[in-house]
């Protein structure tokens, strides 16, 4: 079992430094990394909903995930997988992380936001569920990889 003062040391050095240094800072102690992936066409797997019934297995882990985003352009974005119905995790993207000019650009395309396309990527970062309110459920991203946008017809 990890330690609280280990969880905030590598939450403070994944937000001061940049994913591959961190990950060779702790080459000896690695984080638990958990791969779960949403519903995408051409993916079995429907993990996401996994977290969604059991969020506080999660709690602090690094997990990567592949999942659809949704925003409104201007108050932040989500993600989610359809089948998990109203389940969705906020994302919380610093100016470091890898690959966020990446999902920028893909939510800038259009009309700004998701309203006009649909955008998939790999996030990679720390599940947090609210102490205040347990629905509220963030990841902070190190990562952003493999972001596919499709343009909505019509």
């Known amino acids: ?12 050095m994944v937000r001061c430094f940049t994913f591959v240094f961190a990950v060779s800072v702790f080459w000896g102690i690695p984080p638990r990394v ?16 996994s977290v969604e019934k059991e969020p506080s297995k999660f709690d602090g882990d690094l997990i990567s995930v592949r999942a659809r985003v949704q925003s409104d352009g201007t ?3 989500q993600i989610y ?3 998990c119905g109203t389940f969705g995790v906020s994302l919380d993207v610093p100016d470091d ?3 966020r000019d990446e ?8 009309v700004r ?3 006009d396309k649909i955008i998939y990527g790999t996030f990679t970062g720390r599940f947090e569920l609210s102490s205040k309110n347990p629905s509220q459920r963030t990841l902070k991203i190190v990562r952003i990889e ?8 019509g």
């Open 1 to 12: 079992m990890r330690g609280h003062r280990m969880n905030r040391t590598w939450v403070m």
């Open 34 to 49: 958990v791969t779960v992936a949403a519903q995408e066409p051409g993916l079995g797997k429907v993990a996401l909903c």
């Open 75 to 77: 108050h932040g974005a």
């Open 81 to 83: 997988d359809e089948l």
């Open 97 to 99: 992380a890898v690959g």
């Open 103 to 110: 999902l920028l650009s893909a939510l800038g395309r259009g």
């Open 113 to 115: 936001g998701t309203r």
């Open 146 to 153: 493999d972001v596919k946008v499709r343009m909505k017809k």
